[in-house]
């Protein structure tokens, strides 16, 4: 009998689901993909979710004799690599990418342009941090892990702090800049890849990364380095571009329809 596809538990819109569909339709695996709603109904915090991703968190793979629960040992699996075979460059170019906090860039930005925002924002996470107290309350078997992602998101309250934000945001701005700059230099001897010969899973986190420079408005930074210029667009030629759905801008009606689970 054929083994079962593996299931993606993915969001549209999440910037960490883009790299596991990017990494999955490059490494040529075919998978079983289910949306979960992570902004309405929250599905990332229901028990059952819980039970199989601890993290409360998208990407989500399900393979027939392990899960894995982070976007980079989902495209180290997909790219057919893993912490122990990898080679130094690729190891240097993820753990650079994963220090940096993503979402403190784009809901930052947001926070910092928006006045509305940095009202509904911080309320709306004082609300799932209590929720998560609650369910702590109500799970006793989950009770530790729900205790300990309230906590992350008591630290988001503080992080997004609509006096600190701005701060926030500039820095985290610069450091993407920066980070433009590096791969400009590593580009600029014209390789194809960011680690030659093969692309790899650094080309994956880095173009779901690119993607979110266009997304929050720093395409024209991009577009100022000609290496990384020309390197964006020709991952946007790679055939995986499209149907793994990496977003540049925001799709208001899309992302509804997500929600709604009819996206
Ligand atoms: N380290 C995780 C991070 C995953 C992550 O933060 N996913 C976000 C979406 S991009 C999420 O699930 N957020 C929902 C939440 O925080 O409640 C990974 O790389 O998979």
């Known amino acids: 009998m054929a ?3 593996p299931r993606l538990y993915h969001a549209l819109s999440s910037y960490y689901s883009m790299i596991a569909r ?14 979960v709603d992570i902004h309405l109904r929250m599905v990332q915090q ?42 130094g460059d690729t190891k240097a170019w993820l753990d650079l990418h994963y220090g940096y906090p993503i979402e403190e860039l784009t809901f930052g930005g947001l926070l910092a342009r928006n006045p509305l925002a ?22 006793p078997d989950l009770a530790k892990i729900y205790e300990e992602r309230a906590a992350v998101f008591a630290e988001r309250v503080r992080a997004f702090d ?7 945001a500039q820095k985290r701005r ?33 173009t779901v990364f690119l993607a979110r420079m266009e997304f929050v408005g720093l395409g024209a930074e991009l ?17 995986s571009f499209v149907p793994a759905d990496i977003w540049t801008k925001v799709h208001v ?5 997500g929600m709604l689970g009819i996206g």
């Open 3 to 5: 083994e079962p596809k």
């Open 22 to 35: 990017l990494a999955l339709i490059e490494g040529g695996i075919a998978y079983e993909p289910v949306v």
């Open 46 to 87: 229901r028990p059952d979710y819980v039970r199989l991703n601890p993290n409360m968190t998208v990407p989500t793979l399900v393979l027939p004799d392990r899960v894995l629960d982070q976007s980079r040992d989902i495209a180290e699996y997909a790219l057919g690599v893993s912490e122990a075979t990898i080679d």
């Open 118 to 139: 940095r009202i509904m924002i911080p309320r709306r996470l004082e609300s799932i941090h209590r929720r998560l107290l609650e369910r702590a309350a109500q799970t």
């Open 162 to 168: 609509p006096a600190a934000v701005v701060q926030l």
């Open 174 to 206: 610069a450091e993407a800049i920066g980070f433009m700059d590096r791969l400009e230099q590593a580009l600029h001897d014209g390789r194809g890849v960011i680690v030659p010969p093969a692309y790899g899973a650094a080309d994956v986190v880095w």
């Open 223 to 239: 577009q100022k380095r000609p290496a990384l210029g020309r390197y964006w667009r020709a991952m946007q030629a790679r055939p």
């Open 253 to 257: 009606f899309r992302l509804i329809g």
